[in-house]
C-alpha cells in the first residue's frame, strides 16, 4: 500500500549548473502539511521511508554536526537508550511517585547532584523538579514568588491558617489587589519567556522593568541601582530580580553577587526581593569549566539567590521537555500546590511523599520520567572529571573560532568576549545589510556540508535608550521582520562540534563573508 505525503510539484533541479545553485528547501519535495487517517493502516516500512524523507528536510542534523546557532545537540546515545528501555516497559509519570518508586529516587538523586553544582544548602531535598523547558521553569518560578508577595500582602500564614484554605491571591485570583502592581527587574537582554511568564500570571508585559549594560556588555550597576530607585519612587514594589547567567545571543553572565549586595544595601539587609537565576542555556558549562567554578558567584551560594532555572536538553543529558526549576526553600512548593482526590500516598515504600514533595506543586500534572533516567546516566557515567574535560573542549573550540573572527584578514568583528561558548561577531563593513546577507547566504544552503548560524536583532541593546530605540524601530516592521540598528550573528560551540568542523565553518564563514563585502 502507498501514501501521497507530498504535493505533485516535483522541486528537484537538473542540471549541473543548478545543482550548484540549489537551496535546502529545493532537495526534496515538500510534504503536503495535511493528511487523513488512512482507512487501512500503511506498511510500516513504507512509513519508515517517509520519516526518512522528512528528516532530510531538516536543516539541522545533530547527527552529522550540522547545527552551529542554537544551544541543542544529539543526545548521549547511552543514556538516551536507558532511557526508551524504561519508557518501553513502564511508562513513569513522576506526578504519581508512589506508584514508580524507583523513577522518583532517580529523580531525587538527579535533582541532588544538580544541587551540588549549584551550592544548594539541602542537596537531600533541593525543592526541584523536571518541566517541560526553561520557559515552564520561569513561569512555575515567578508563579511560586507571585503568590508568595500576595499572600504576605494578606497577612495569610500556612502556619496559623488551616492547611485547607487558600490565600486570596488563590481563591479569587489578582482582583483582589487592583491597586497593587509588583514589578520584575531584568536586564535589556533578558530572555522572552519572563515576559511571556508575566502575561500568563496576570502581572502584565509592563510590570517587566529593565536595567541596563555597560559599554563591555556586562551588568551595569549603576543602572541597576537606579532602576530600584525609581521603582521605589513610583510606590511599587519588587516581586523578583531575574539576573541572566549565559544570556542567549552572547554568553554573558550578570554580576549577581554584586547585584545582591546592591539589594541589601537598598533594602537595609533584610526582606530583599528574591533573585531568580535564569541560567537555562549554558548553567552545566559554567558550572564545571576551570579550576573555580565561576558559578560561585551567581548560584545558591549566594544567600539572596532564591531559585535557579536549569535546561539539561541544552546538553547531551537530556532530550527536550528537560527543563528544571530548583528553590532554596521548601516553603515556595507550597506557594502552587493542590490536593489530588486520585493520586496515591502509599507510605509503604519508605517515603512520605507529599512530604518529599508538596502536593503537586508544579504548573502541570503530568511529568514523564525519561529525563530523570538519562540526566542520571549522563551526570553518573562521565562524572565531574567527564563533564570538565568536555566543557574544555568546547571552551578550546571557541577560542579558535573567536580568534579567527577577529584576526585582520577576517571580513568579521566581534562584538563582545563570552564567558560562555558563544561567539557573537559581525560584518566589518556593510551593517544591518550584511550581516543579513551572511546569515541567508550560509543558512539556506543545500551544500552537502551545510552551516548553520543565527542571528539576534537585540544584540547590541545595552542602554535603556537603546532599547527604546529598538521597540520604535520594530514598530516600523512586520512581526517576523529583523529590525535594524542593534543586530549581530553568533554561533553556538555544543557538544557535537569538532575541530574539523569548526575549521570548515571558519572557512566557510570567511568565503561568504568576502562575497558579501564585495557586493556591499
Not at 146 to 165: P, V
Request: contains cysteine; proline residues 4%; charged residues 30%.
Amino acid at each position: 500500500m502507498t501514501a501521497d505525503f507530498f504535493d505533485p510539484i516535483q522541486r528537484y533541479h537538473s542540471s549541473e549548473k543548478q545543482q550548484n545553485k540549489k537551496k535546502l528547501v529545493d532537495i526534496i519535495p515538500q510534504r503536503k502539511r495535511c493528511f487523513k487517517i488512512p482507512e487501512k493502516g500503511i506498511d510500516k516500512e513504507l512509513l519508515v521511508e517517509e520519516v526518512e524523507k522528512a528528516v532530510e528536510r531538516c536543516a539541522v542534523r545533530y547527527d552529522k554536526g550540522i547545527m552551529d546557532a542554537k544551544p541543542g545537540t544529539l543526545p548521549d546515545q547511552f543514556s538516551y537508550s536507558l532511557a526508551a528501555s524504561v519508557v518501553g516497559r513502564i511508562h513513569p509519570n513522576l506526578v504519581d511517585p508512589a506508584m514508580f518508586v524507583g523513577m522518583f529516587e532517580l529523580e531525587r538523586e538527579t535533582m541532588s547532584m544538580l544541587g551540588e553544582l549549584m551550592h544548594h544548602p539541602n542537596i537531600r531535598r533541593c525543592n526541584a523538579w523536571f518541566t517541560s523547558g526553561g520557559s515552564e521553569s520561569m513561569t512555575q518560578a515567578l508563579y511560586s514568588f507571585r503568590n508568595k508577595y500576595f499572600r504576605e500582602k494578606e497577612g495569610f500564614s500556612f502556619a496559623n491558617n488551616n492547611k485547607h484554605d487558600k490565600p486570596k491571591i488563590r481563591a479569587s485570583g489578582l482582583q483582589s489587589f487592583l491597586g497593587d502592581k509588583p514589578k520584575i527587574l531584568v536586564p535589556v537582554d533578558a530572555h522572552l519567556c519572563v515576559e511571556r511568564a508575566a502575561d500568563v500570571l496576570g502581572l502584565g508585559i509592563d510590570s517587566v522593568v529593565h536595567y541596563g549594560l555597560d559599554n563591555k556588555y556586562q551588568t551595569d550597576l549603576k543602572s541597576f541601582r537606579e532602576r530600584i530607585d525609581e521603582i521605589h519612587k513610583q510606590g511599587d514594589n519588587i516581586l523578583a530580580v531575574i539576573p541572566t547567567v549565559g544570556d542567549v545571543s552572547k554568553g554573558r553572565l550578570d554580576k549577581v553577587s554584586e547585584m545582591f549586595e546592591i539589594l541589601k544595601e537598598k533594602y537595609g539587609g533584610k526582606n530583599t526581593p528574591p533573585i531568580i537565576v535564569d541560567a537555562a542555556q549554558q548553567f552545566l558549562f559554567s558550572s564545571v569549566i576551570g579550576e573555580k567554578s565561576i558559578h560561585q558567584e551567581w548560584d545558591f551560594g549566594i544567600e539572596g539567590v532564591k531559585a535557579i532555572i536549569l535546561d539539561p536538553h541544552k546538553t547531551p543529558g537530556a532530550v527536550y521537555g528537560g527543563g528544571v526549576v530548583m528553590f532554596r526553600d521548601t516553603e515556595l512548593m507550597n506557594e502552587t500546590s493542590l490536593e489530588s482526590p486520585y493520586l496515591h500516598s502509599d507510605k509503604s515504600q519508605g517515603y512520605e511523599f507529599v512530604e518529599e514533595m508538596g502536593q503537586l506543586p508544579g504548573m502541570f500534572i503530568s511529568r514523564s520520567g525519561h529525563n530523570a533516567v538519562m540526566l542520571w546516566a549522563y551526570l553518573t557515567s562521565r562524572g565531574m572529571s567527564g563533564l570538565r574535560k568536555e566543557a574544555e573542549r568546547m571552551q578550546g573550540l571557541t577560542k579558535k573560532l573567536s580568534q579567527a573572527l577577529e584576526s585582520p584578514e577576517s571580513p568579521f568583528k566581534l562584538i563582545t568576549g563570552s564567558a560562555c561558548p558563544i561567539i557573537p561577531f559581525e560584518m566589518k563593513e556593510g551593517g544591518h545589510k550584511a550581516n543579513d546577507r551572511v546569515y541567508h547566504r550560509i543558512n539556506e544552503s543545500g551544500d552537502e556540508e551545510r552551516y548553520y548560524i543565527s542571528h539576534s536583532d537585540t544584540m547590541k541593546v545595552r542602554t535603556l535608550e537603546d532599547l527604546a530605540a529598538y521597540k520604535e524601530s520594530k514598530r516600523k516592521v512586520g512581526l517576523n521582520e529583523k529590525a535594524e540598528g542593534f543586530g549581530g550573528l553568533y554561533v553556538q560551540i555544543m557538544n557535537h562540534h569538532t575541530d574539523e568542523r569548526v575549521n570548515g565553518l571558519i572557512k566557510h564563514l570567511y568565503h561568504v563573508g568576502r562575497m558579501v563585502a564585495r557586493d556591499v
